[in-house]
Each structure stands twice: as C-alpha cells, then as structure tokens.
C-alpha cells in the first residue's frame, strides 16, 4: 500500500501544484501592490509541480516498482503535500476572499504577510529538495545494486558450474513437481525436519527406481525457495557428463548458493581472492573453502535462519568412491558446526549409499525409505496424480478433434479403469508418468486405444513392474510389421536408441548422425514415436535425453535379453560408439584446428567459443570419451577391429607419409624399427609378427609362432622414422642392438629368431619367468634375468654359460659395453655392478666391482662423468679442485682431503669422533669446518676447525648439543654456528665469539646466510626470517611467517634479501623480496605448490624443488631451479614507485618438470625418464637429476630458433 501511497500522493501534489498556481494568476491580476510575493511563490510552485511530475514519469518506468517502495521518497512527497495544503487552505478564494462594497467593487486581499512569504519559501524549496534527495538516494542504490550485480557476475565467471544441475536450470523446466494433496505427510516431514535445531544435519530419502524421488526433490526446493531457505542445490544425473562426477560439484552449489544467500558471496569473494587454487583440490578441501568456511561467515547475520543443500539422485554419481566420500563430508563434524545447515539427499538403496551411511557417526543422518510408506498412502498419491494427468489429456484431445464422435466423454476414462491403472502402477510413479506421456501421445492414436494396450499388460504376466512401463511403447515400432522389417526397426533401435542411453554427455540428433554416420532423418523419424521415453526437442542442435535413468535399466538388463527383442548389449554399444568415434577422429581431426599462435597453447587458455567454433560438438565428443567406451567395452574391443589393421610411416625431415603398410590381421598394436631404420617390426592383436623393409614396402618376413601377452622389440640408436596409429593399450618397446629382436618372457623361455628368415634359431630356458633381456652387440650372448641373478646364454650355442650371483635384490637394467667385454647391472638394492667378461676363458666371470655412488662430477662442456666420490658426507671447496669424503657408520676410516682432477689424497684428517655428520671449506680452502659425533652419543657434537695443509684441528668451538650448520662468511673472516638455543659468530683471527643471538628453534630448522660483503647475516627458521648486522648486532629485519623456508639470498650490494617459502596454511610456495633499510616488503611470488605453471602467478615450486634462490650478478632478477625470474621496477627509487613485478627470463624448466621452457613459455616437452627431481639452470646450460639417478646436462642456442605454430 505504500507504493500506491506515493503514486496517489504525487497525483495530488500535480493537481495541487495546479490549482496554486491557477489561485495566484488571480491574486496576480487583482492584487496589484503584492505582486512581486506572488509571482515568487507561484514559481516556486510550479518547480514543485514539475518534480512530482517526474517522479509520476519515473513510477511509470522500468524501475516504478523499485522507486515506489522508497520510504524517504514516501516521506517526502506526502509533506509536499502537507505544504500544498496548508498554502491552499489560506489562500482559497472561496476562504480567503475579501468582498469590498464600500465603493461597489470586488476586490481581493493577498492572505500571507510579508514576514510569512519567506517561510512559505522555504518550506516549498525544502520539499523539493528533499524529494530530489529521496530520488538520487534510491538512484545511487540502483548503482550499487548494478555494482553488486556485476560483482556477481564477476565472482560467478571464477566458479566452473555443471549445466542442468541447479534447481530452476533450463533443463528442469519441463520436469514435475508433487500435485496437490500427494506427499502431504512427507513433505510435511520434511518441512519439520528443516525447522527443527536439534534434527539430525542430514535427511537421507531413499527409494528404488521410479518411486518420486526427483520429483520430491524438486517440490521441497520449490518450497524452500519460496521460503529463502534453498542454499543450493545438485541433481546428479547419469549420461551427464558435468553431472555424473564430483569434478563441479561443489563450485556449483557455491555459485548456486552466491545467487540464493547474497551474504555468501563476500566471503566466497574473500576465498577466491584468497587462493583460487582450491578449486583444483580434493573436494573435501573445496567443500571447506567454498562452502563451510564462507557459510559460517554468513550465518553470522542469520543465526536462525534454516538454509538446506539438496543432492538428488546420489546414485547417479558415477563412482563408488565419490559416493562414499561424499556421504562422509556431509556426515563430518566439520560440517555440523556450521549453525542451522541441513542437507536433504535422495538415492537409490544402492549398495555404496547403504555402506556410507552405515559408517555415519551416530544421529548425524535421519533415513526415510520412500518405497516402504504405506502402501494405502503411495496408492492414493499415485491415484490423484493419474486423475489429474488423465483430465488433462481427455481435455487437450477434444480440442484437437474436430468430430464430436471421436470426442472422449466427460467420464473418460472409466473408474474402473482407472483403479487398473492404479494397482498398475503402485509403488512406482515412473510407471504413472510414463504411461501417461504414452497415451498422451497422438501420434499413436485414439488415448483410449492406448489405455486399452496398457491395459492387456496388466493382464499378462510380466517380469517387472518396468516391462509393464517401457515394452507398451516399444512394441508399437514394430505392430503390424513382417519379420524383415521388424528386424530393420529392432536394428536401428539398438544403434540409435542404444547409442542415446549409453552417451557419457547428451548430443542432438544433428552431432548423433555426423557420429553414428546415419542421415538424421532417418534418426528422427525413428525417434518420433519415443517420446514418452525420450525428451526430444525441436531444434536438431538441441541435446536428446532420456527421461527417466529407469529406461537404461531396463534395456540393459541381461534378464530381458531372451524377454525382448529390443535389449541392447551394452559392452557391444559401447564399443561400437568407441569405434565410431575413432573413426570420426581419424577423418575430421586436422593439425591446429583452432588456429593457435603457438602449438604449446595452454589449454585452459583457450577460449570455448574457440574449441567450439573450430571443432563440432560430435568431434569434441569424440576426442574426450572414446576412452571412456573402450573401458566400458572391455573384451568386446579384442576382434572388433576398432584399430587399424595397417600402419603407416612418415618422414621426420619432410613430413610425407613414405608407406602404408597393411596385410595384419588384427589390429597393429605395436611397432619398432631396427638399428639402422631398414626394418620394421610390427606385432598384430592376431596374426602373425610381420618384419617389413622400410625402402621397399615389403613385408620380408611373417613370424608365427609366438606366444600371446608378450612384449616385444628391437631397437634403433637413430631413429630417422617414427611411426603413427592406434594402441588399444600400454606397451613397452624392449631394445635390443642387434638385428634380431628379444622377447619378454611370460612362461620363463626365451626364443631368438631371425630377421631375415624368421627361423627360430634358439630357445633358452630360463627356472623363472623372464623380464631383463639384453644381447651383446657382437650377438654372442645374450643376459637375462627376473631376480637378483643374471643368466648368460651363448646365442649360438644355446649353452647357459654362466649364473652372476651378488644382487641383493631384483635386477631391473642390464647393459653390455661396446666390445661386449663389460656387462654393467642395476639392482634394486642401490647398487650398480660390473661384470668383466673374458673372452678367453669360457665368457666366465674374472672380476667384479660394486659402486655405491654418492656424489659425480660431471663436465658440463662434454658431458663427461670426470670421477666418482663415494661417502656419506662430502664437502666441495668454493673453486672445485678439493673434496673431503667422510666415513660412514660403516666405514672407520678416518676423513681424507681428495683432488677433485686426479683422486689423490691431499691429508687424512685423523678424527677421534667416528661419525662425520657435516664439513665445509673456508672460502680460500685454506680451512675446513667439521661437525663429527660419537656413536654412542647420538647428543654429543663436536665442531673443530682444520688446516688443510697440515691436516692438524686448530680449534675446537665451544657450542651446545647441536650439528647443523656452520658457515664462513665470504671473506672467510668469520664462521657461523648454531646450537639449540643461539647462533654464534667466531672471528677467524683469535676465534672469540663475536656475537651470539637467540633464535629460539630447533637447530635442524635454522637456515644462515652471509650477505656478499660479509656484514649482514641472516638466520631464517621455519617461519621467521631475520637479518641482523655482523658488528653491531642489531636486528635490522624481522619478517614472521606461516611456513618452513627452503633459501635464502643476498643481492650483489647487500641491500636487499629474498627468501623461498612453503607455506603449510595454502600450501602454496612464494618467494618474497625486502629492502633491508627500510624494512620493506618488495614483492611476492604466489604460486601452488607441485601445480602446472599458472602465467598469471608467476613461478611454481614443487616441495623440495624451492631450495635455490639467489640473486643474478647484476641484480636484475633471481635464479631459481627453474630459471630465472626477472624483476621489473626493480631496486625501487624515489622517482619509480611502481610495485615490483615478475617474469621469466632465457631458459628454464616448468614446475611440474615436463617442459623446458624461453622467457616462461613452454618450448620442449620432455620425456618421462629425463623429468628433473633436481635441476639447475645457468644462461644456456641446464642439469637435469631423475629419481634413477640419470642425470642429462643439456646446452643451447640463445634465443632458441623459432618453434612452429
């Protein structure tokens, strides 16, 4: 009412405003003496008239209904009228009027003194200004609602949302929700359930297929909606690719609870901006960090305000383990602390559910089985449903026929009738919606023909309530057909019905005929007659689904494949999709179908519009789930030819296919070239091995006794050709240096053929089965072995002329040298072992040697390993030419001083203290600090300094309990140490403690760091860094932190210091950057931990990767494992207070360590054994470590050549 208030009061103020001014003319034309007053309260009446004029044009717009529930507006428009009122009730001339008769004449007397005219004024001025001031008020509250919309919008973008799965989504227009006077005691349930504070957290409706469960669903969120009580909501949804996983769920009910709960977007908002890369974590971190933590934030402004999640058709997430740790998410305590949550979830009884909910601690979920409710209750609800549906249908019927005879009478269908079509249906409404969608339907006649059908079913004896549902509407695609046609019907049921039940994602009738390669007329006059069944839209790009998951149920079900005629093999449709995609791959997909600027294109920065414009949705289909139907095929992909029986070859220099070479059998699952590229060897899925000539395209050879299951393989240094097609699944290529090809055995016999002929030429057993094969390159012998022996055979012979016997465990790589004199063995017991082999006693073995490597100095020129060190503890000198090698537990004898060139010993340091725990060189190697501990003590440390000349301990230093670290200063003045409780600084000359400061930490925590010049030190902990000065002691930077530090660096001027965090509350890594001076932070590096390199972050350090940090020589940027970062803006000045910021600079490797990259773009995708555990980068240079102990030293041009888009 108070919107009519305003509307009503602006009228009045027009109309009062008029009538003034009207009364004014008057007094103007007979009252000549107060002229001026009136003309200047007239006009101030007229500019109030014109105001409520305009809030009269702006309550007719678009945004009337918002204006008119302003309650300053109100305000202010009804004291205008106030004023009106009191300056017409003085000045009325029927009131206020004057009759002067002395001379005769009527004349008239202006009311209002002088003294009154200016409060009249200014009251008059006050009303406009103050409706003006209403009107801009609700016009800068429209700008922030727009402002808040867009901020919406905003925050709704950075949330990946599954389509179709939210209450209200297009995709649930058309569905049902409960009709009146159905459900009424368990929506009532419900409803109390919601109310009451002390329920259970969890209500779980479950019920077996077809019983109302979605339907349920959707009528409590209506409700809840209606009341501002839905949060979110899910619908899970099988043959829904967004809505069958986890992989959305949760950024879906955020952003559906952004929408329904506006206090939940600020601290969704906060979270984002927080750490957006919870979005890309396990789901019980995003259920976390998008929906308790910014849920418990916004209840704090409605503490008493219910607000439900619905999760419908729990079933329908597509696996078991995400059911389960769902289930247990919203069953956590966790979750229960958030006030006034509830959670409503529907399911299937499925097993998975029932184990999930059985684990529920107790009281945390309340259970309702919706198929056990009274029979009495399900039997009225399904009764008043099928009333309702079967009036309905009577009523659109008569208006379409034009023959009064054909119309249905009011009584149609008859009560008994109906009652059948009860006891039909009861428990399951699926049968109700179904059947009536099927006699609805006009293109299978009269209605009451088709109830008649329904009807004779009832009368037979059917398996399940679900042959009475589906098999009246498929029977009637083949009524009245002969024997050939109806098996044409059944065909095309099975394929394009087959393929629409089975799709992992909906496709529309347009994409179904580009991937099933059938005309889509033919696929929609097939599907006509299946709407009952199937939504099938109008437009042709729209998707086709299926209605109800019930009809998969019953089309796969292995009970009806002898019941009827249109069951569908599942695994055959499957593979049958699988290998049309394939087919479809094979023929549309072309090299850069999106035109990317650079073929290392991220994909997550590749716009959708542009995947969509450049590649159909049938072929995007096809490229993401033909996996997916090959695992659901199973064994039904063996003989199905979905590869290709031929392969082809292709030039690397020119690009040009060479030969396509066909004549297999089966399926090509495998090729290898030989050494020098003249023969390929190609294995089939059946058939025979084939060895073709690479120059002639002939098959030279065919192989047929061979066993199944086996790998094979013979290998090529330099591989000029390499080969395209299919792999149905993984295979290893085994090398071998000879022409003549191994095998991996499966029954412990080795056979070597001939290339040439494909004769047999030995067969070597083996006691167990065999899986480490190698030849010798002169093809003499041949080593295998599948434990921790070698088994040497001679090829020729056949003889097993030797059994190596050492390995303390299994032997995974063997290796002849050259001249097939040394075999080289690696073990999983840490050891590398090699064999000499003399020739001329028998090829028994003379001599073996084990290495247990520690340390190897590599040139970095050649490549080159230069020597071998072997200790638990080594220390370099700061310019390479010493090394200390210290004893092990293992090893007494004492520590020596090595020549890093030669190997010779420069000093034995003779060391009471068995175990050497931790050295290091003085900057000019004149010095070493050694850190040594007793067995017996595992406390007792002890730090002595040693002159490497005479190899005498000059200075044992007194510190506490501690062994890590000790440090010199670069100009070697000074030596750090640590205990747990200080750090001390010694001076060089007289060895006095210079300075001690606390730390207050474990010492295997600490961290020490001398800047360049030697003036400044810093100690960095595991979540504090400071930096104190050398002389005088004093702290000059403390910086605390939530996390461990890894490195720590001075710049070249010591004016600047950098730290390497890992942050344990994100775990996130950052590197970040002060001004020592002044205290200042500079900058930091946000990146996720262990992530794919994100451009908009900057670097990523993998844990453990983030232990290097250090400034370039002209401190323009940081070295790191992966690079160089450079810093713009960088140092900061008085006229450039620009924030620092970053990028990469020259080469360096991703942080997930599969690419090299140039100025932090991707540029060589490396292979799998050559991925850095440990890597270093310097200009051009780059050193890779694998976890096998490979370590690969790489050099390039720079800038390296242009790469090919």
């Known amino acids: 009412m108070e919107g009519l208030g305003i509307a009503a009061n602006a009228i009045a103020v027009v109309n009062m405003a008029a009538k003034i001014v009207a009364q004014c003319y008057k007094y103007g034309q007979e009252v000549r003496k107060a002229k001026s007053d009136i003309d200047t309260v007239q006009t101030e009446i007229i500019i109030l008239k014109g105001i409520a004029e305009s809030v009269q044009r702006l309550l007719r717009g678009c945004n009337g209904d918002r204006l008119a529930t302003s309650h300053q507006l109100q305000t202010a428009i009804a004291e205008a009228l106030g004023q009106l009122k009191k300056v017409d009730e003085k000045m009325g001339l029927e009131k206020g009027q004057k009759i002067m008769t002395r001379f005769g004449l009527r004349a008239l007397k202006w009311p209002f003194k002088k003294s009154e005219i200016d409060g009249i004024l200014g009251n008059l001025r006050n009303c406009g200004q103050n409706i003006n001031s209403a009107l801009q008020v609700d016009q800068a509250a429209e700008i922030l609602e727009v402002g808040a919309g867009v901020r919406h919008l905003e925050l709704l973008s950075q949330l990946p949302v599954a389509e179709g799965a939210c209450f209200g989504s297009h995709t649930e227009d058309h569905e049902l929700t409960c009709l009146p006077d159905t459900r009424v005691d368990l929506l009532q349930q419900i409803q109390d359930w919601v109310k009451d504070p002390d329920g259970a957290r969890v209500f779980w409706l479950n019920g077996m297929a077809g019983t109302g469960k979605s339907t349920i669903s959707r009528t409590v969120a209506q409700r809840l909606d209606d009341d501002k009580m839905l949060g979110a909501s899910f619908f899970f949804k099988t043959g829904e690719a967004e809505r069958s996983t986890l992989s959305k769920f949760f950024s879906t009910i955020a952003a559906d609870m952004v929408i329904k709960v506006p206090e939940f977007s600020t601290a969704v908002k906060e979270a984002l901006d927080k750490d957006a890369g919870f979005l890309k974590r396990a789901p019980g971190q995003q259920l976390k960090n998008l929906v308790i933590e910014p849920l418990m934030e916004s209840q704090k402004h409605r503490p008493d305000h219910p607000i439900v999640l619905i999760v419908d058709a729990l079933d329908e997430c597509g696996r078991d383990q995400d059911i389960d740790l769902l289930i247990n998410l919203f069953t956590d305590f966790s979750v229960m602390k958030v006030p006034q949550l509830k959670i409503f979830i529907t399911s299937r009884p499925e097993i998975p559910n029932r184990r999930a909910f059985g684990k529920a601690t107790a009281g945390s979920y309340h259970p309702v089985i919706l198929h056990e409710l009274p029979e009495p209750v399900i039997e009225h609800d399904i009764s008043v449903f099928l009333d309702y549906r079967l009036d309905q249908i009577r009523t659109e019927w008569n208006c379409i026929v034009t023959s009064d005879y054909r119309r249905l009478p009011s009584d149609w269908p008859r009560q008994d009738r109906r009652r059948q079509l009860v006891e039909m249906a009861v428990p399951l409404f699926i049968f109700a919606t179904t ?381 002849f040298s050259r001249d097939s004199a040394l075999l080289a063995s690696a073990s999983h017991d840490e050891t590398v072992r090699i064999w000499l082999i003399d020739a001329s006693n028998d090829h028994h073995i003379s001599k073996q040697t084990e290495s247990r490597a520690k340390l190897t100095i590599w040139d970095a020129m050649t490549g080159e390993c230069k020597r071998v060190f072997t200790s638990t503890v080594t220390a370099l000198s700061k310019d390479w030419s010493l090394i200390l090698v210290g004893p092990s537990k293992d090893s007494p004898a004492s520590p020596q001083i090595l020549r890093v060139d030669t190997g010779a010993p420069v000093q034995t340091l003779h060391i009471d203290d068995p175990v050497v725990v931790y050295a290091e060189f003085s900057p000019d190697s004149s010095m070493v600090v050694i850190i040594t501990r007793q067995n017996d003590t595992p406390h007792g440390y002890t730090t002595g300094i040693w002159l490497v000349e005479t190899g005498q301990c000059m200075r044992v230093l007194e510190t506490g309990p501690s062994h890590m670290p000790a440090l010199f200063s670069p100009n070697g003045r000074l030596v750090a140490t640590s205990d747990e409780s200080y750090v001390h600084l010694w001076n060089t000359s007289d060895w006095r403690c210079k300075q001690s400061w606390t730390h207050g930490t474990l010492p295997l925590e600490l961290e020490m760091t001398f800047s360049p010049d030697s003036t400044l030190f810093a100690s960095h902990l595991k979540d504090m860094l400071q930096v104190w000065h050398c002389d005088t002691g004093k702290c000059l930077l403390e910086s605390n932190y939530l996390g461990y530090s890894r490195a720590c660096a001075f710049s070249s001027d010591s004016k600047f210091v950098a730290i390497s965090l890992f942050l344990v509350t994100r775990a996130d890594d950052q590197i970040r950057l002060w001004c020592i001076e002044t205290s200042q932070h500079l900058y930091t590096c946000s990146f996720e931990s262990g992530s794919t390199f994100d451009r908009g972050r900057g670097l990523a350090l993998v844990p453990g990767y983030g232990d290097l940090v250090r400034f370039t020589p002209d401190g323009s940027g940081l070295e790191t494992g992966y690079g160089v970062i450079a810093l713009s803006n960088f140092p900061p000045t008085q006229l450039n207070n620009a924030p620092v910021s970053s990028s990469f600079s020259g080469y360096g490797i991703s942080p997930d360590g599969v690419w090299i990259t140039w100025n932090g773009h991707r540029l060589l995708r490396l292979p799998i054994q050559y991925r850095p555990w440990r890597s270093a980068v310097h200009l051009t240079t780059m050193v890779l470590g694998s976890l096998s102990g490979q370590v690969t030293i790489l050099r390039f041009t720079s800038p390296p050549p242009e790469t090919a888009s």
């Not at 024997?483 to 019905?497: L, N």
């Open 435 to 815: 059947m009536c969608r099927f006699i609805a339907d006009v293109k299978f006649g009269n209605p009451d023909d088709q109830i008649q059908d329904v009807l004779a079913y009832g009368k037979t004896e059917t398996k399940s309530h679900l042959d009475s549902t589906y098999l009246p509407i498929l029977n009637k695609l083949v009524v009245g057909m002969d024997a050939d046609d109806r098996s044409k019907v059944i065909q095309k049921f099975t394929s394009i019905v087959g393929s629409i039940i089975m799709l992992e994602t909906p496709l529309s009738t347009e994409s179904l005929s580009r991937l099933l390669q059938v005309p889509r007329n033919h696929i929609d006059d097939h599907l006509m007659m299946l709407h009952s069944v199937l939504s099938i839209p109008t437009s042709p790009d729209s998707p086709v689904r299926m209605l109800h998951l019930s009809l998969r149920d019953f089309l796969t079900d292995t009970k009806n494949k002898e019941a009827t005629a249109f069951w569908i093999d599942e695994k055959g449709t499957h593979a049958d999709i699988a290998s049309r995609a394939l087919t479809l791959l094979d023929r549309e997909l072309k090299q850069n179908m999106c035109n990317l600027s650079s073929w290392v294109t991220e994909r997550s920065s590749i716009k959708i519009e542009t995947v969509n414009a450049s590649l159909s949705p049938e072929l995007q289909y096809s490229c993401s789930y033909w996996v997916r139907h090959i695992q659901h095929a199973g064994d039904m992909l063996v003989d199905g030819g979905l590869t290709k029986h031929y392969f082809r070859i292709w030039d690397v220099d020119t690009g040009q296919c060479i030969w396509m070479l066909e004549g297999h059998e089966g399926r090509v699952i495998m090729v290898v070239f030989s050494d020098d590229s003249t023969r390929a060897l190609a294995v089939s899925s059946s058939g025979p091995i084939r060895v073709w000539s690479v120059s002639t395209g002939e098959c030279i050879i065919t192989i047929k006794d061979y066993a199944e299951g086996v790998i094979y393989g013979f290998g090529s240094s330099t591989p000029t050709l390499f080969v395209s097609g299919w792999f149905a699944k993984p295979f290893e290529i085994w090398k071998a240096e000879i022409g003549e090809f191994n095998r991996l055995s499966v029954d412990a016999t080795v056979k070597i053929f001939q290339t040439n002929s494909g004769e047999c030429v030995q067969e070597l057993k083996h006691t167990r089965t065999i899986t480490s094969i190698v030849f010798s390159h002169d093809s003499v012998l041949l080593a295998a072995s599948n434990d921790n022996d070698i088994w040497i055979w001679n090829v020729e012979t056949g003889e097993c002329v030797q059994v190596l016997t050492g390995h303390g465990s299994k032997i995974h790589h063997m290796a």
